[in-house]
């Protein structure tokens, strides 16, 4: 079945520290590729996402491109603040069928000042 | 105002109670869903639905029911709570293209 794999954390980086968090995916067909943040005490929330191979998404210096040769989409951003610390989601969901959207386990980034 | 709503936020029950957590959502959404994340196993789905009349379950619904009361509200059920229970529940909903999850803030919900 679809699934997703994320790198394990936690990731400890300092401020202004480049980051990648590593996403890769088992999915038939072309599915839809989502990241999402969730800071302590809150909810998931989407980070961005991309709906097709070579697509860029991004948002808030966040960066994630759809590579379908590689089955990726890993995250990454040039320098990370303290306030970017959290639990970071890399999820799919199909381009047909039920919809329903498969996680991964979560990545923790702190980032140290 | 939040988009997806979830109350109560925080809920500690006793072995065998029946407990109720609620979720409204304003996006207009008929897609709802329920989770429930421990640590180190992410996001495990509970229940899914498409609209007030098609609700599924998810991977791991044993002890747990829903109610679609409209559009705007899904409500998941502890029928006897149980300690295995204890963890965060989210509720989310989605639109028909794909777009990606809107998460409510999620209740912690501990069973003693």
């Known amino acids: 079945g679809d699934s997703v794999t994320q790198m394990e954390g936690p990731v400890t980086l300092s401020e202004e520290a480049f980051l990648t968090i590593n996403c890769t995916y088992t999915a038939t067909g072309y599915p839809s590729l989502f990241w999402y943040v969730q800071y302590p005490g809150e909810g998931l929330q989407l980070l961005l996402k991309?709906?097709?191979?070579?697509d860029k998404g991004s948002n808030k210096g966040f960066e994630a491109t759809y590579r379908k040769e590689t089955t990726s989409f890993h995250l990454e951003k040039g320098s990370v603040q303290v306030s970017d610390s959290a639990v970071y989601f890399c999820a799919l969901t199909r381009s047909s069928g039920t919809y329903k959207y498969i996680f991964g386990t979560g990545t923790r980034l702190k980032v140290l000042a | 105002d939040a988009d997806v709503t979830q109350t109560p936020r925080n809920r500690i029950t006793k072995t065998g109670k029946r407990i109720m957590l609620e979720c409204s959502q304003t996006k207009g959404h008929d897609r709802m869903y329920w989770y429930r994340q421990d640590p180190g196993l992410g996001l495990r789905l509970i229940y899914y639905?498409?609209?007030?009349?098609?609700?599924n379950k998810g991977e791991i619904s044993d002890g747990y029911s829903v109610s679609r009361q409209a559009q705007a509200k899904f409500s998941l059920s502890l029928e006897s709570a149980i300690p295995n229970q204890t963890a965060l529940y989210f509720c989310?909903?989605?639109?028909?293209?794909?777009?990606?999850?809107?998460f409510g803030p999620g209740t912690r919900l501990t069973v003693t």
């Open positions: 989310a909903t989605s639109d028909l293209d794909r777009g990606g999850q809107y």
């Open positions: 991309a709906t097709k191979a070579d």
């Open positions: 639905s498409f609209d007030v009349k098609d609700i």
